[in-house]
C-alpha cells in the first residue's frame, strides 16, 4: 500500500513533470526557468518509477485535454483574476487555486477531473513564466501537493495511488470512457471558472 506521504511527493514529481512538458510545448522554457525548476525539490524516494511509468499516460491525456479545449487551458489567470497583469501574491494564489480545486471536485472526483486539474496548473504555470515570474513555479507545486492532502488523498488511495492510471492503459474500454469523461470534464472546467468560480473568488479579492 503506498503511503500518503508518497502519494503527495509523487503527485508534486508527476505535477512538476507537466509544468515542464506544458512550458516545453509552448517555446516557454528558457535557461532560466529550467534553472527555476531544478530548484524544486522533491524528497521521495519512490517518485522515479511512478514518473516513468505514469507520466507519459498523464502527459498525454493533460495534452489531449489542452488541444480539446484551449479557451479552458489557456489564459488561466485571468480566468481567475481580474487584475492577473500583477500576479497575486502567494497565499492569494494558494487561495485562488484551492477554490478552484474545491469547485471542480465538489461534485465528485474522478481520474479525468484529477488531470483536468493539472492541466489547469499547467495553464497557470504558463501565465506566470509569460508575467517574467518564474519564480511562482515552486509555489504552484507546494500547491498540488496540499491540494493531494485536502481533497484526494481519500480518492487517490481507494484507486491505487498515481499507479491507478495504469489502469486506464491497459484496457482500451476504459481508455475510451476516459475521452468521453475528459471532454465532459473540460466542459465542467469551463463552467466553473468561467461562473461560480469567478464569482466567489473576486469577492475575496476585490
Known amino acids: 500500500m503506498v503511503s500518503p506521504q508518497d502519494i503527495v511527493a509523487q503527485g508534486k514529481c508527476l505535477c512538476l513533470q507537466y509544468i515542464r512538458c506544458r512550458l516545453k510545448r509552448a517555446g516557454a522554457l528558457n535557461r532560466k526557468v529550467v534553472q527555476r525548476l531544478r530548484t524544486i525539490t522533491i524528497e521521495s ?32 489567470g485571468r480566468q481567475l483574476s481580474r487584475a492577473w497583469s500583477d500576479l497575486p501574491e502567494a497565499d492569494t494564489l494558494s487561495l485562488l487555486l484551492a477554490e478552484v480545486a474545491k469547485e471542480l471536485f465538489r461534485g465528485g472526483t474522478t481520474w479525468a477531473r484529477v488531470i483536468s486539474f493539472i492541466a489547469v496548473m499547467g495553464g497557470l504555470a ?24 485536502e481533497d484526494l488523498m481519500v480518492w487517490l488511495e481507494a484507486h491505487g495511488g498515481w499507479k491507478g492510471l495504469l489502469v486506464i492503459r491497459a484496457s482500451a474500454t476504459e481508455y475510451t470512457v476516459m475521452g468521453w469523461l475528459s471532454i465532459g ?22
Open 126 to 149: 504558463l501565465d506566470c513564466v509569460r508575467l517574467g515570474r518564474s519564480d511562482a513555479l515552486p509555489r504552484l507545486v507546494e500547491v498540488f501537493g496540499h491540494i493531494i492532502e
Open 45 to 76: 524516494p519512490n517518485t522515479n518509477t511512478i514518473t516513468r511509468d505514469v507520466f507519459p499516460i498523464l502527459n498525454g491525456l493533460g495534452e489531449e485535454l489542452e488541444r480539446m479545449h484551449p479557451r479552458v487551458y489557456n489564459n488561466v
Open 185 to 206: 470534464v473540460a466542459f465542467l472546467s469551463t463552467v466553473y471558472l468561467s461562473t461560480c468560480i469567478l464569482d466567489s473568488l473576486r469577492r475575496l479579492i476585490f
